[in-house]
């Protein structure tokens, strides 16, 4: 009976022994995983960051192209007035020297 008591307290040690190591490995595992997710958050807040400076740059050639736009709709407009005035003064020359004539 004593030894059948003594194999018992071996195996519950030899239990408890395999169940600390266990422990120990899940603890090193989860250390290991929260390290992970500690450079996966750094990682993502990074390109967070980029992201938004790509948008807000999108957004300024956005714009410059709209300003771009603008500015040549207006070139035109001043072109084509341009094109009426020298016709005009073309015309005008047309009939002053027909007048001359």
């Not at 030894?3 to 090193?28: C, G, P, R, V, Y």
């Not at 807000?56 to 410059?64: D, H, N, V, Y």
């Not at 709209?66 to 007035?81: N, P, V």
């Given at each position: 009976?004593?030894?059948?008591?003594?194999?018992?307290?071996?195996?519950?040690?030899?239990?408890?022994?395999?169940?600390?190591?266990?422990?120990?490995?899940?603890?090193?595992?989860l250390k290991?995983?929260?390290?992970?997710?500690?450079?996966?958050?750094?990682?993502?807040?990074?390109?967070?960051?980029?992201?938004?400076?790509?948008?807000?740059?999108?957004?300024?050639?956005?714009?410059?192209?709209?300003?771009?736009?603008?500015?040549?709709?207006?070139?035109?407009?001043?072109?084509?007035?341009?094109?009426?005035?020298?016709?005009?003064?073309?015309?005008?020359?047309?009939?002053?020297?027909?007048?001359?004539?």
């Open positions: 009976m004593e030894l059948d008591a003594k194999e018992q307290l071996n195996e519950h040690s030899l239990k408890s022994a395999e169940l600390e190591t266990e422990q120990a490995d899940l603890q090193n595992s290991s995983l929260e390290g992970e997710v500690i450079e996966r958050s750094s990682n993502l807040t990074a390109l967070k960051s980029l992201l938004e400076d790509r948008n807000a740059e999108i957004s300024r050639l956005r714009k410059g192209l709209t300003d771009l736009g603008e500015e040549e709709s207006r070139a035109m407009r001043a072109g084509r007035a341009l094109e009426e005035e020298l016709k005009t003064a073309q015309n005008g020359r047309i009939v002053a020297e027909r007048r001359r004539s």
